[in-house]
């Protein structure tokens, strides 16, 4: 075999796994929401806190990591926030206690963005040529997907093996602390350092060309696309807790349901890739997943609440799961179809990522204050804004659209 083909595609799957398992900790609510809200003792408003924590020093995270990604190699950084990031997990799996969780949880912030995500990105791009954008970006996220189904099963069963929910979510927060360190180590031996040469803008210019950036209209089209998808994506983690309290599901399947999610993510980010190249737009698979998004949200506020309609609701979320990684596998590559070119991938990643990922700074404790307040209604209330943001986020692919037909002429 190709030794090119073997050194870009092993470069891809190791980018993916660290992509995804990295975010695993700061995200484990969307697995383990009630064992984690049992042990701690929080209210709905309280878990959104913790997640809110976290968003706000990672929007700050994201435009230093956006600069970063266009100036140094990432090699040592790498390494240095899978290890931090993984030390920080086992600590919390200590559960110790509403402050020092959220005091975690903001470091989490710092160690899960600053060296890797934009970093990320522009490699991803740089692995292929413009044809090859979508299926790359859908293989990325289509192979997070199934590292990340792999690491939620064997979290799974280790939650399974205790009889008290606290123990076993402790046991299975510290197994994904360990794979992180684990994926640390791998960064460090086969991560290749780039040349200090490759970038010899200063740190100040790179910064000057952040905020340059802020002037190009189409970078806040593609915040705007990222804002609206990104809020329907974390809205969709709130389904198991919805079946769990109103449909019977117990903790356990809602558990194996977040690992079943993430095969789905595999089918429908490589499904999405390899349609947008087929249909040579990335915005078309934006606005198709969006419109399914709809269907399948209006679907949770028309089901009656009755427990032998758990599996229509399980239904309909792997069916809105497919849309979604299909949506999500491209808000990225997207910046193709857009002409950013590739030397400010890193900048425009960043901004992107930091504007377009603050629903996680309120959109958490908001609804969770709903569901607090309003019980299921507040549930409706939260299907309702997925849907809201779905049809926003088309919208804005179509303005994208007539933007860039306007500069191609």
């Not at 690491?151 to 799974?156: D, R």
């Not at 758990?310 to 491209?330: E, H, T």
Request: with cysteine.
């Amino acid at each position: 075999m190709d030794k090119a083909f073997i050194k870009k595609y092993g470069t891809l799957l190791l980018l993916a796994a660290g992509a995804g398992i990295i975010f695993q900790l700061p995200y484990i609510r969307e697995t383990f929401y009630v064992p984690i809200q049992n042990a701690m003792e929080l209210t709905n408003a309280q878990m959104g806190m913790l997640s809110s924590g976290y968003a706000t020093m990672a929007t700050f995270s994201y435009f230093i990591g956006g600069a970063i990604a266009d100036k140094f190699s990432a090699r040592k950084l790498l390494t240095f926030s899978f290890l931090a990031t993984g030390i920080l997990g086992l600590w919390f799996s200590t559960f110790p206690g509403y402050n020092v969780s959220r005091l975690i949880f903001i470091l989490m912030g710092i160690s899960t963005i600053i060296t890797y995500w934009s970093a990320c990105i522009k490699a991803t791009r740089m692995l292929g040529s413009e044809e090859e954008q979508g299926r790359l970006f859908g293989l990325q996220e289509g192979l997070r997907g199934i590292l990340n189904a792999l690491l939620v099963f064997g979290m799974t069963a280790a939650f399974a093996r205790y009889t008290n929910e606290v123990a076993g979510a402790s046991a299975a927060i510290r197994l994904c602390s360990i794979v992180v360190i684990v994926i640390g180590v791998l960064n460090f031996i086969f991560i290749e350092d780039t040349k200090k040469e490759e970038n010899a803008e200063s740190v100040i210019e790179v910064t000057k060309g952040l905020f340059k950036c802020l002037l190009i209209p189409k970078v806040w089209i593609l915040v705007g696309i990222i804002f609206t998808a990104y809020s329907v994506y974390g809205l969709i983690g709130y389904v198991t807790t919805y079946a769990q309290q109103f449909y019977g599901l117990t903790a356990t399947t809602a558990a194996t349901l977040g690992g079943i999610r993430y095969l789905l993510q595999g089918a429908g980010g490589i499904f999405g890739g390899f349609l947008a190249d087929k249909l040579h737009s990335r915005i078309k698979v934006i606005v198709g997943g969006c419109i399914g998004l709809i269907v399948s949200f209006g679907a949770y506020i028309v089901l009656p609440g009755n427990a032998s309609l758990g599996g229509a609701v399980i239904a309909n979320f792997f069916l809105g799961l497919v849309f979604i990684y299909a949506v999500r596998s491209q808000y990225f590559a997207v910046h193709q179809d857009a002409g950013i070119p590739l030397e400010l991938s890193g900048r425009v990643s960043g901004i992107s990522s930091a504007l377009g990922y603050m629903p996680d700074m309120f959109m958490y404790t908001l609804v969770g204050s709903w569901m607090d307040n309003y019980g299921r209604a507040g549930y409706n209330m939260t299907w309702g804004y997925a849907m809201v943001a779905a049809a926003l986020c088309i919208v804005l692919s179509f303005i994208l659209s007539k933007v860039v037909k306007s500069e191609q002429k």
